[in-house]
């Protein structure tokens, strides 16, 4: 019978790695040694690529630019490739589109994009959708003759007629604040360095923003009022370096809640928005392991809280007594069930919770009590609520997307408790939903803890050993990883190619107990569950070993690398995207963002006992020889969050102990931060180099 072409494809090509002649690869970087030796809890640390942190060095730049050179020279013969991946992923995005019109304030906002531009343009319409529209910020003006451009917060004065915005332009995660006449169109003389959150109070007139130190902490609260002489009023200066600020304004519009929190405590301070020069009182002091967050309706305030359990419950206190000893349980505890957020609308609230690793929303009317989930369809899938900035609406916004369902926005009637659908991504080129199918497993850790697995292929898949399959996962900072649908994910698909998602322990898939199981001293539980996935993935037919790659980013690129250490054999190919793996020695400096605050997610190494346990994880730190698989590591010079020189040390490190046949390749983005390239087109480009190298590691050439 005849197979599908990507059937065909599949079996009638070789696994063999598509090896470039050597004759048009120059050798591979060699990075100098220089004796670098620190003494921790009385051992010697050797760390001879130390000197790579010298950014200024001409010498750590020569030698990144040299490392990009022979990735690009390994790669050129995928060039056609690649080019036709970029094509294909191009074709699968409609290219001048607009989004979903956001109600607020009288005015329709929305976002639009056009073929041949890298970036959206911000725009609203008043009164009506079918308004004249204004322009309020264009992104693709405000990047012409930057390498890199990216928005942080945007927000629009109560009377619509001031826009705050802040931009960062070479990806490091500086956020440069400015205010905008949206009736003019003129720029007020303001401008605020290294800001985060940024609200407006009622007067139309006065804001309150944070800061950043030199740590990227976002550590003061100011206030300014429009015309003001004079410097900008100092409210809030967090001390302890392992807490962070956040502003946020309650959607009733009648509070300002100041919140300060670490990984694993937190307090929250309150403002009438009515007066922005009052005084900021304070809901409950902050207690070791006492998480909670702030909403607001009516007389009441209503506290999303962990006091009674790690899954957080729901409570109210009267505004004039807002100290724990007056909360109520509203909703209780409950050891299945996450609750991620709360939102409070005027005749409802929503709870966002996390079930088995499925999302829900649950929906709660104020009067009656009665309350009921939004029906979703598949098992496995991502949800969620979108802005929803008005306080008083009968309906309610939320997206949906799976693996197979390109993402949609929906309003649902709270009354008559229907979903309607307002818009569909559309996914031009051929796409047809149909084609594709998901598929959920369950894998055993070695400790006989469940571990669940996403799965999406093409129809027509057999279970035969022999397909190429990618594993994902991240695992980290409790942080939910949900199937979400992925235009760039089609040209894997339509090759043959299985796409795994492991939902393992150090992410928040099911709940915070989830989460607690791979962190701090438990940590190793998220490699092991990874590679216990990827196992069953082997025996269950899925794959093979010489046809399982593996690829994770940030935390998720530490993941990687620990498993690599101790199961190279296990896969053919790596990809680590801006990976931690120099855990340690980052973990020591405390000048470096985020350090700090993480010595609750992964411990400090100052600490005798988390070094000790923290040493037989760190990828830098085990490296050791053996036949690792081939590997592309990707990271950006300006990245705030994972240093570059740590995929680079590591890289350096590698090349000395390797002894596996196949490309180990470091690739550097000189003008990006964390996430790459910030133009779409630019980082569609990103993702076709790096499908053409899975591509040719499977031997797959077209």
């Known amino acids: 019978?005849?197979?599908?072409?990507?059937?065909?494809?599949?079996?009638?090509?070789?696994?063999?790695?598509?090896?470039?002649?050597?004759?048009?690869?120059?050798?591979?970087?060699?990075?100098?040694?220089?004796?670098?030796?620190?003494?921790?809890?009385?051992?010697?640390?050797?760390?001879?690529?130390?000197?790579?942190?010298e950014k200024t060095n001409p010498a750590v730049i020569r030698y990144l630019k040299a490392e990009n050179r022979y990735t690009e020279a390994w790669m050129k013969p995928t060039a056609p490739l690649q080019r036709k991946l970029f094509r294909e992923m191009r074709s699968h995005i409609k290219e001048t589109d607009l989004s979903v019109p956001q109600l607020h304030d009288g005015y329709y906002y929305y976002t639009r994009t056009e073929k041949g531009k890298q970036y959206s343009t911000y725009c609203r319409r008043h009164g009506s959708p079918d308004a004249p529209e204004k322009v309020i910020l264009d992104l693709n003006r405000l990047a012409r003759g930057k390498k890199f451009m990216s928005l942080g917060a945007i927000n629009t004065s109560d009377d619509g007629n001031l826009l705050a915005y802040s931009t960062d332009v070479t990806g490091f995660r500086e956020y440069t604040l400015e205010i905008k006449d949206l009736r003019t169109g003129k720029m007020l003389p303001f401008r605020r360095e290294r800001v985060s959150d940024v609200e407006w109070t009622a007067d139309n007139r006065t804001l309150f923003y944070t800061t950043e130190d030199d740590a990227k902490r976002s550590y003061r609260l100011y206030r300014h009022q429009l015309g003001q002489k004079g410097p900008d009023v100092l409210i809030y200066e967090e001390k302890d370096e392992r807490f962070d600020l956040g502003i946020q304004r309650s959607r009733s519009r009648a509070w300002l809640f100041l919140t300060i929190a670490?990984?694993?405590?937190?307090?929250?301070?309150?403002?009438?928005?009515?007066?922005?020069?009052?005084?900021?009182?304070?809901?409950?002091?902050?207690?070791?392991?006492?998480?909670?967050?702030?909403?607001?309706?009516?007389?009441?305030?209503?506290?999303?809280?962990?006091?009674?359990?790690?899954?957080?419950?729901?409570?109210?206190?009267?505004?004039?007594?807002?100290?724990?000893?007056?909360?109520?349980?509203?909703?209780?505890?409950?050891?299945?069930?996450?609750?991620?957020?709360?939102?409070?609308?005027?005749?409802?609230?929503?709870?966002?919770?996390?079930?088995?690793?499925?999302?829900?929303?649950?929906?709660?009317?104020?009067?009656?009590?009665?309350?009921?989930?939004?029906?979703?369809?598949?098992?496995?899938?991502?949800?969620?609520?979108?802005?929803?900035?008005?306080?008083?609406?009968?309906?309610?916004?939320?997206?949906?997307?799976?693996?197979?369902?390109?993402?949609?926005?929906?309003?649902?009637?709270?009354?008559?408790?229907?979903?309607?659908?307002?818009?569909?991504?559309?996914?031009?080129?051929?796409?047809?939903?149909?084609?594709?199918?998901?598929?959920?497993?369950?894998?055993?850790?070695?400790?006989?803890?469940?571990?669940p697995i996403s799965l999406v292929y093409r129809k027509g898949f057999q279970k035969n050993g022999r397909s190429p399959l990618l594993l994902t996962a991240y695992g980290a900072y409790g942080f939910p990883n949900l199937p979400q649908f992925s235009p760039v994910r089609l040209s894997l698909l339509d090759r043959g190619v299985v796409v795994a998602l492991a939902h393992i322990r150090g992410g928040g898939d099911l709940g915070k107990a989830w989460h607690d199981g791979g962190r701090m001293q438990n940590k190793k539980n998220t490699f092991t569950d990874f590679i216990a996935c990827a196992e069953h993935l082997v025996q269950r037919q899925y794959t093979s070993s010489e046809h399982l790659a593996i690829q994770g980013g940030s935390a998720g690129g530490l993941l990687i690398g620990a498993v690599l250490n101790l199961r190279p054999e296990l896969f053919r190919t790596a990809i680590l995207d801006v990976p931690f793996v120099d855990v340690i020695n980052t973990m020591l400096d405390e000048s470096l963002p985020l350090t700090v605050g993480e010595f609750e997610e992964w411990g400090n190494p100052k600490i005798a006992s988390d070094y000790a346990y923290l040493k037989t994880y760190c990828p830098y730190t085990n490296l050791k020889a053996a036949p690792f698989p081939a590997m592309l590591i990707n990271t950006s010079l300006n990245d705030s969050q994972v240093m570059y020189w740590e995929p680079a040390k590591y890289t350096a490190k590698l090349r000395t102990l390797n002894t596996g046949a196949g490309p180990l390749l470091l690739r550097i983005n000189m003008a990006a931060g964390h996430g790459g390239a910030s133009g779409r087109y630019d980082n569609l480009k990103e993702s076709a180099f790096d499908q053409a190298f899975l591509l040719q590691q499977w031997g797959i050439a077209k």
């Open 1 to 53: 019978m005849r197979l599908p072409l990507y059937t065909t494809m599949i079996l009638c090509q070789t696994l063999a790695v598509a090896q470039t002649p050597k004759s048009r690869v120059p050798e591979p970087p060699v990075a100098p040694q220089h004796r670098h030796v620190s003494t921790l809890h009385g051992e010697k640390r050797l760390d001879p690529y130390f000197w790579l942190r």
């Open 262 to 451: 670490s990984h694993t405590t937190s307090e929250v301070r309150f403002l009438s928005a009515a007066t922005p020069e009052g005084a900021w009182s304070l809901v409950a002091p902050r207690e070791q392991d006492h998480e909670y967050d702030v909403d607001h309706h009516g007389d009441y305030f209503y506290i999303r809280s962990n006091q009674t359990g790690r899954n957080f419950a729901l409570f109210r206190t009267p505004v004039r007594q807002p100290d724990r000893a007056h909360w109520k349980v509203v909703v209780r505890h409950r050891a299945q069930v996450m609750l991620e957020e709360v939102d409070f609308f005027e005749d409802y609230y929503v709870l966002s919770e996390l079930e088995d690793a499925q999302p829900h929303l649950r929906i709660t009317e104020i009067r009656s009590g009665e309350s009921h989930r939004v029906p979703f369809a598949e098992q496995a899938y991502s949800a969620g609520l979108l802005s929803n900035p008005e306080f008083r609406t009968k309906t309610l916004r939320y997206h949906y997307d799976s693996f197979t369902t390109p993402a949609a926005v929906y309003d649902y009637d709270v009354a008559q408790r229907k979903s309607v659908l307002l818009k569909q991504t559309e996914v031009p080129g051929g796409f047809e939903s149909a084609n594709y199918q998901t598929e959920r497993l369950t894998a055993t850790a070695p400790d006989g803890t469940h571990i």
